[in-house]
């Protein structure tokens, strides 16, 4: 589920409910800054992490060899 800042300030409580069992995405200005996850949540936060880099790509069904070779590439390239 993705809502504004608004949205989420006006009703906190609806939303926190809401995280126990869904993940929440807030945007601000129409970009993404946070989102709530269930604690629970068995996962992996460091995939969803690196995911998260690799946002502009257009096929979201990429594998941890593309992901892990976009992490490299952006050290690489930011260190030169």
Known sequence: MIINATEFKMRVGKYLKLAEKQEIIITRNGKEVAKLVPINKQGTPNADFLYGLTRNYSNKDISLKQIRE?????????AG
């Open 70 to 78: 976009e992490r490299i590439g952006r050290l690489f390239y930011h």
